[in-house]
């Protein structure tokens, strides 16, 4: 019995499974073999220049399974895990394979990232919080894994709210843990200057503290709070060496020529008015910049840089672009002093203090390139003449992406409407911590595509990478960032590491599930909602629509058009996020659609659901009616019902609208909704509203 007992144990040991996160390209297991046991006494031996990795995954290991291995040189081929390098054997960088036989696994890289990778997957293999302390197998096979695009990043602003140097290495721990290989750290901003520069020592006095904030979202109230903090150039130097063991790269941004009025509040001599100048307090984009006609600015600008780069060895320098408004500009004598010498001339394109802007970025583009360095800029410095070296950062959609792929630069795709995490991930915030707005379910960050198939291939490999950014005006600690960022990045890694061809959606969150027990392990703050969907979800009761054939006469807008018009009758009604995929938009047009319900019943009640969003166009309808048939050509009305437009003083939201008619008996049923025109108190008067429809009952 004994015996037999001992056995079945044997075999019954927790296994890893290599369908991790990112999904690895190739896993080839061999399902009949005797798979390789790990154990406290299993050893790791690295080769040369592979020690770091050896001990990381040491450290792994005990932290799932709690125990350490023991890590050596490498010598001969002893049974174990080896670490090795084997450029010949692959074609790109960072690209890995992992060899399972139950005696050894060997991890062989295109260079150490890629072993560092392959020390990931097996990391993220592993069977974890079954068993602490336990032995487990790891099934005999082969996987190959290499990434799709070369840069895969995440941005961060510890510049609204100030983010530790303790919590900033979390925050590389986890783009490590996501095989993320950039991490764009926004330096500097209206509300707070946050890197030590020694040549200009205000900048961190003065600028890195406001004198309080502003409470809640639009207001002018503020609390009285001294706020800040800042790096040295000391912790930044430890910073970019704890990143680089985890093959991390630290981009710096200097974002210029906007974004600095904590800087001219340093020294007001930068700005075109001299001030007086405060470290901002509000959110927002502050009209007072850099001065671009005064060489003494410029030249401070370039010492920054100069001391930015001394810090960091990154071989990309951001230096930002955007959202500066010329306001100062225009009115300043020494920057229309400037366009004169320049010769800038407005043209039907861009204004003559659009060139200036371009003037102050291909300057400092010089300054960067001059070391080796290439620059990185936001889509707006393609708002002029940008030299073609810098590498465009898209983030106003992927329009200016596609643009610049065209005309030759570089870009790294971070569209708002897909990779902004700093947006909510349900469709009530009133389950979420407050954030800016927006909704951006993990499901639509795994639907990104980052090469537009407008581009032709050649200008597709213009496109390097893939990134999200977390702004923190909302974001108050390191607790939120980390809500914001998991279990998205998951979605964001299978994009930047696979970008694959077909997407299933459900298969992936299985796979969330694991990477979601490691996220407990290292207790890292995460949103649930892909693991609980049904409470995210609003049903309607059944009724005589549901789910019956629908078509539309009209069609809604292509960008709002979801899955088409069995939304609108799948029994699942939209919340308040007019991107959830929930509602269908029209916008011009009214929505018209004819529902069949398959044999004639008997019905006294229709009802659909509409939302308000004034902000964002979107009205209340105006009119509504309901037409019944019982051939589906010949309509009659049997209801309408006219609805007042909303106003400033009436809430936003979802409502439901009801028509009651006398009882017929019809097999056809057609709902028309029709728009309000913007009234003349909205920015829009003059255009149509947009109207956003969804669930249709009929009772
Ligand atoms: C940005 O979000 N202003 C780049
Ligand atoms: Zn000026």
New binding site residues.
Partial sequence: MAVLFFTACQSHLPEANYNVIPQPKEVNLEESAKAFTLSETTEIYFADGLQREAEFLSEYINDILGYGLKVNEYQDQPDGILLKLAPADFDQAEAYEITVNPKQIVVKGADAAGVFYGVQTIRKSLPIGELKTANCQLPTGVIRDWPNFGYRGMHLDPCRHFMPLDSVKIYIDMLALHNMNQFHFHLTEDQGWRIEIKKYPELTKVGAYRNGTVIGRNGRIYDSIRYGGFFTQEELRELVQYAAERHVNIIPEIDLPGHMQAALASYPWLG?TGGPYEVWKRWGVSDDVL????EATMQFVEDVLNEVMDIFPSPYIHIGGDECPKV??EK?P??QKKIKELGLKKDDRFSAEDYLQSYVMNRMAKVVEARGRRVIGWDEILEGNVSETAIIMSWRGTEGGIEAARKGHDVIMCPTSYLYFDYYQSEDPSTEPSCVGGYLPVSRVYEFKPLPSVLTEEQQKHIIGVQANIWTEYIKSFWHVEYMAMPRMDALTEIQWNNPKDRDFEAFVERCRHQAKLYDLYHYNYAKQIFNPEVYTDTVPTNLATRKPIFLREQPNEQYASKGAPILNDGEKGRIAYNSGRWLGFWGQPLDAVIDLEQPATMSNVRFRALVNKGAWIYNPSHASVLVSDDGENFREVAQLDIPITTWVDKDGNFTYELTFEQVKARYVEVIVKDHMLPEDHDGYGHPAWIFVDEIEIN
């Fill in positions: 075109c001065c671009a006609g005064n100062r500009w300043c020494k920057c």
